[in-house]
């Protein structure tokens, strides 16, 4: 079973900047299409970007032009790059395959990010 560990949430105003991190355990790395999701109390968890095995992205609108996902395959890594973030973007963030795909990986822990106003 893949395993998966986001790293690079923490506490960060308005309008700041934050790079999270995946780490996937799985030698076939660049074989799979990926995806940040993120999900707060009471709601369900959301894909927010996803990227796949060629490296097309894409966004739901709420985060477009705010939000960059990509991939290192040498470091088995998916990264998503967060600028000029909102208070409504708190969340744990979790990475896996995108909703498209029927079976995913077990769930990491997720990386807290908080946005104060």
């Known amino acids: 079973q893949v395993q998966l560990v986001e790293s690079g949430g923490g506490v960060v105003q308005a309008g700041g900047s934050l790079r999270l991190s995946c780490v996937a355990s799985t030698n076939v790395f660049n074989l799979y299409d990926l995806a940040w999701y993120r999900q707060t109390p009471g709601k369900q968890r959301e894909s927010v970007a996803t990227i796949s095995v060629s490296g097309t992205q894409s966004y739901i609108d709420s985060v477009k032009d705010r939000f960059t996902i990509y991939r290192d395959n040498d470091k088995r890594t998916v990264y998503l790059h967060m600028n000029n973030l909102k208070p409504e973007d708190t969340a744990i963030y979790f990475c896996?395959?995108?909703?498209?795909?029927?079976?995913?990986?077990?769930w990491g822990k997720g990386t807290q990010v908080i946005v104060s106003s």
């Open positions: 896996n395959q995108p909703p498209y795909i029927p079976a995913s990986w077990e």
